[in-house]
């Protein structure tokens, strides 16, 4: 071992790398992780998950009070104002304590920082911050980052990624976001709800990608209700951006006439690419396959022996949490343990309001499968929701005929994001749709809609 400086080096100190780096220390292992950023955390935490969160809760309060939906439980206000730049700077400050807490982790844990961008210059060797550094085992978890959109080039003024979206230092009278899914749909819905007249522009169908059909149909009409202007089946071809405002060029998806549209501010969110560019992988001996992932195996290792990959770089959905259990589970099998992810249940959540989070198959994909029962609940009909007035939504249980086994579940939810965790539970450890049917649910609460979903994938819900 004293050939080398460390044991574990992780690249990229994001959700995966991170908890990879403090939980090889914890097993031992002597590690380090490199980072270019100032602080800890990646994306999700900076510039991603955390911020976004801080302001689609704060402007969801601004919601409630300016609007008028306080007043129905006698909670009455005058002139409320907006003070976008302490929504901000409580943004910020929620940041700082969390990026000052992995440091403090690392600290703890014994983790060395080392500041700068990683690259490789053999198998088991980087370049970083000036100075090569060996180690037996090199963990890539550089995560992604925006994919770009020909034709319409981020200035980072006018026409902004998620990054430029959350420091918008005004509200838009007019927010066009090209993309329907997760990312564009929660940033939206903070701007809408401040102020904005949001136009959202998707090139498929549909907005929502990847999630049960059901779900984005209804997910779409609690949107316009909202007041979301949705563009489905239309493609941007071109902006062009002043000093005062960008005019989108879009066009039908299967093609046809062209038509502008006049926005102040244009959100370019398609989707994320794997950073994998700059690394010197080829130095490594590591190709990337056709969508410029790494691809590894089970345990996470890669083709060449001693490095291994998680997270965003990797096949797979691009989620904090799949690469934290990612993180987790590469340090244990560096370690000699046994660690294991389970990736047919990962949870997926999209925080606007209502809530919409899924975990395994769609009803569609469960339909290519084999022969499926679904049961399905509306808030509409549990006694909390109707209370709360907070009656948006519907659980959806889908099982498999024969065995009864869960096969996945989808919720349409202001506390869908919380319910979920319900069902992964139960997925995980293979449970029935009668399992969940049996199991008593606190009254009166929103999860006695999962209950009442189990039980009408029988057909015997009691409260419909």
């Known amino acids: 071992m004293a050939d080398y400086d460390y044991d574990v080096l992780v690249i990229g100190a994001g959700p995966g790398g991170y908890v990879a780096a403090i939980r090889a220390a914890q097993l031992g292992l002597r590690t380090a992780c490199a980072e270019s950023r100032e602080t800890l955390g990646g994306t999700c935490l900076n510039v991603g998950c955390i911020p976004s969160k801080a302001l689609l809760h704060a402007s969801e309060l601004f919601a409630e009070a300016s609007h008028g939906h306080l007043a129905q439980f006698g909670v009455k206000f005058d002139n409320v104002s907006l003070d976008l730049d302490t929504m901000h700077g409580q943004r910020r400050e929620a940041v700082k304590g969390l990026t000052g807490g992995i440091e403090f982790l690392f600290k703890k844990n014994k983790v060395d920082w080392l500041k700068g961008l990683a690259t490789f210059t053999a198998a088991d060797t980087v370049e970083v911050g000036g100075r090569n550094v060996r180690a037996k085992n090199i963990v890539i978890a550089t995560g992604s980052s925006v994919t770009p959109l020909p034709g319409v080039a981020v200035d980072g003024k006018r026409i902004v990624d998620s990054t430029g979206a959350l420091e918008l230092a005004e509200v838009p009278k007019h927010l066009v976001v090209i993309g329907g899914g997760v990312i564009g749909l929660e940033l939206g819905s903070v701007w809408l709800r401040l102020g904005a007249k949001v136009t959202v522009v998707e090139y498929l169908d549909q907005i929502l990608p990847g999630m049960d059909g059901e779900v984005r149909r209804e997910s779409a009409k609690l949107f316009k209700k909202q007041g979301f202007t949705l563009r489905t089946s239309t493609k941007v071809t071109g902006a062009q951006a002043t000093d005062s405002g960008v005019t989108l060029t879009v066009e039908p998806a299967a093609g046809g006439a062209a038509e502008t549209i006049e926005a102040d501010f244009v959100l370019v969110a398609i989707g994320r690419r794997p950073n994998t560019e700059g690394l010197g992988l080829d130095k490594a001996g590591l190709a990337l396959n056709q969508r410029s992932q790494i691809e590894i195996d089970h345990d996470f290792r890669t083709a060449v022996d001693g490095i291994w990959a998680i997270g965003d770089v990797v096949p797979g959905p691009m989620l904090a949490h799949k690469a934290e259990d990612e993180g987790i589970a590469v340090a244990e099998n560096i370690a000699g343990q046994t660690g294991i992810v389970n990736h047919d249940v990962i949870p997926s959540v999209v925080y606007t309001m209502p809530e919409i989070a899924g975990v395994g198959l769609t009803e ?35 099982a498999d005929a024969k065995t009864d086994r869960v096969l996945g579940v989808w919720i349409v939810s202001s506390l869908a994001g919380t319910m979920i965790a319900e069902a992964c539970i139960a997925m995980e450890f293979g449970a029935t749709a009668e399992d969940i049917a049996y199991t008593c649910h606190a009254h009166p609460t929103h999860p006695e809609a999962m209950k009442e979903a189990a039980m009408a994938v029988t057909g015997k819900p009691i409260h419909i």
């Open 364 to 398: 569609e994909q469960a339909k290519e499968r084999g022969e499926i029962n679904v049961g399905k609940f509306p808030f509409l009909a549990n006694s909390r929701a109707k209370t709360n007035k907070d009656t948006d939504g519907f659980v959806k249980v889908i």
